[in-house]
């Protein structure tokens, strides 16, 4: 109606992305997706904005050996025979030991030393 009335209408496009989060088996889907988006570099500007909190030279990398992708806070310390599959996301100061693996894992929380096993579709805080 506006417009027939001679109104000038602005309109903005704005694409974005929505996830849900609140379940469990959901935060983990939506954090596979959000790498997934952020390594294809066609992420949008807020994931962008979001990354710099995480070291550069620990960035988000595939893991082929292991089929997984890994994202990486700062000092993280991970040893060789740690297994990722699916993706692990890792907070600031943490240092996973021998004997572990991680299947589609969030370690968030303190500044710790992950003890040894198998930690699968999870967060850790």
Aim: some cysteine; aromatic content about 8%; hydrophobic content about 40%.
């Amino acid at each position: 109606d506006a417009i027939l009335a001679g109104e000038r209408v602005e309109i903005c496009f704005d694409p974005g992305l929505w996830f849900e989060a609140g379940s469990l088996p959901d935060f983990l889907q939506t954090t596979r997706e959000l790498l997934e988006l952020y390594q294809s570099r066609k992420a949008p500007p807020a994931l962008l904005e979001l990354a710099k909190d995480y070291d550069t030279t620990l960035d988000l990398r595939p893991l082929p050996e292991s089929r997984g992708l890994l994202l990486c806070g700062r000092n993280v310390r991970i040893k060789e025979s740690v297994e990722v599959q699916g993706f692990a996301v890792i907070a600031n100061d943490i240092e996973i030991s021998c004997d572990t693996k991680l299947y589609n894992v969030v370690i968030a929380g303190p500044p710790r030393t992950l003890a040894p096993g198998v930690y699968t579709d999870t967060i850790l805080v």
